[in-house]
């Protein structure tokens, strides 16, 4: 299938749309091969962290458009929380077709400079843009769990920026490996009906499961998920080591940890969109 941007997919969307932040190949894999059983669209998201890892942006983002382009369902690749102006243009000159630019360590109104200057340069080359007005939770920034996005605050940047979704304080927080994360639901309906552009929840991994289908109900359109798959990933690997202690082919445990990750991707993005 070509490919598309997530601009595209969320334009599309009548409901939520599922982003998985992508490691290695096999999550790429794992994250299309669920949505293709869910009949959903997805977004791979490659995190700067994710380069960090492999060394390069460049070999991740090849893989991942490999695997986009040869889906049967719509799947677009996605930088995340990039804070690097230089890889974001990278990325987009590679192929990646929307990224999340995140200046929200800077003081605002650095800040707001910044992700205009990235948006305009992005745009001019048919990029989508995400930014934050200030940092989620469990990043060190002002967004921990009790923290909430400003509606005014939040119509005022995305002007002053021209970016095409806002990611928002809500009541979640980066990285939770357990699932009780409290969503503020009236704010996130709030800040549907003020903010012109889509909503998106990042350190999703740590709502309930009927939290996240309330919150794109409410109003929330691109729910990012991370932490939740790595869980399952990693969960996979554990239980199959410790029932063969002898294996040395990481293709034996590599492949029920890509099914695990598929199943989730699954059950997440029929909660998504129904």
């Known amino acids: 299938m070509p490919l598309v941007r997530t601009g595209d997919i969320v334009a599309a969307a009548p409901a939520g749309v599922g982003a998985f932040n992508v490691i290695q190949l096999e999550h790429a894999e794992a994250i299309v091969a669920g949505a293709e059983a869910a009949g959903a669209p997805v977004v791979l998201q490659i995190s700067e962290n994710c380069v960090r890892y492999h060394g390069a942006l460049r070999p991740i983002v090849l893989a991942c458009l490999a695997v986009a382009e040869s889906s049967a369902t719509p799947v677009a690749v996605h930088l995340d929380h990039a804070t690097d102006q230089a890889l974001v243009e990278e990325a987009v000159r590679l192929g990646v077709g929307s990224v999340m630019y995140d200046a929200s360590a800077l003081p605002d109104a650095a800040n707001v400079a910044a992700t ?58 980066h990285a939770m490996t357990s699932k009780d994360a409290v969503l503020d639901l009236a704010l996130i309906a709030e800040l549907h009906r003020a903010v ?3 909503l998106v929840l990042h350190g999703s991994s740590g709502v309930p499961d009927a939290s996240l289908r ?3 109900r409410h109003g929330m359109k691109k729910i990012n998920i991370a932490t939740h798959l790595n869980r399952a990933f990693t969960g996979a ?21 890509r099914t695990a990750v598929t199943q989730e991707v699954t059950h997440l993005l029929t909660i998504l969109t129904t």
Do not use: F, N, Q
């Open 214 to 216: 309330e919150a794109v």
């Open 196 to 198: 012109p552009v889509p």
């Open 237 to 257: 690997i554990r239980d199959h080591l410790a029932a063969d202690t002898t294996v040395v082919d990481s293709r034996k445990y590599l492949s029920p940890a």
């Open 116 to 173: 205009a200057e990235v948006a305009a340069w992005c745009h001019r080359r048919g990029a989508w843009v995400e930014a934050e007005l200030g940092e989620i939770g469990g990043k060190d920034g002002v967004h921990a769990p009790g923290a909430r996005t400003d509606p005014g605050e939040a119509v005022s940047y995305v002007a002053a920026t021209g970016v095409d979704a806002l990611a928002v304080a809500v009541g979640t927080s």
